[in-house]
Nanobody
């Protein structure tokens, strides 16, 4: 059974930083590209960042370029999202997804989400 478990969310002031983690179980992590999405209240889920299975290629939404960094540790079956210079508009539930690294990839597994709240 495949599971994706996010952690690291919380409340932070604008300008601050958070690091999200997504630990996966159930299949060979290093074979799959991974991504982070987010969903703010009343809005659709949106792509944030993606990373190839090896970690050699990354992809970011324009809204987070230069502030967020996606990375992975295949030995630990974990993908990370380092978020710096956070803004109130980054407030959302953040989800990791397995199976792609682009906004419209056919993701087949999702985590339950972790809340990130940025206060002004």
């Amino acid at each position: 059974q495949v599971q994706l478990v996010e952690s690291g969310g919380g409340l932070v002031q604008a300008g601050g930083s958070l690091r999200l983690s997504c630990l996966t179980f159930g299949r060979t992590f290093s074979r799959y590209a991974m991504a982070w999405f987010r969903q703010a209240p009343g809005k659709e889920r949106e792509f944030v960042a993606g990373i190839s299975y090896s970690g050699g290629t990354t992809n970011y939404d324009d809204s987070v370029k230069g502030r967020f960094t996606i990375s992975r540790d295949n030995a630990k079956n974990t993908v990370y999202l380092q978020m710096n210079s956070l803004k109130p508009e980054d407030t959302a539930v953040y989800f990791c997804a397995q199976g792609g690294m682009n906004p419209k990839s056919p993701y087949d597994y999702w985590g339950q989400g972790t809340q990130v709240t940025v206060s002004s």
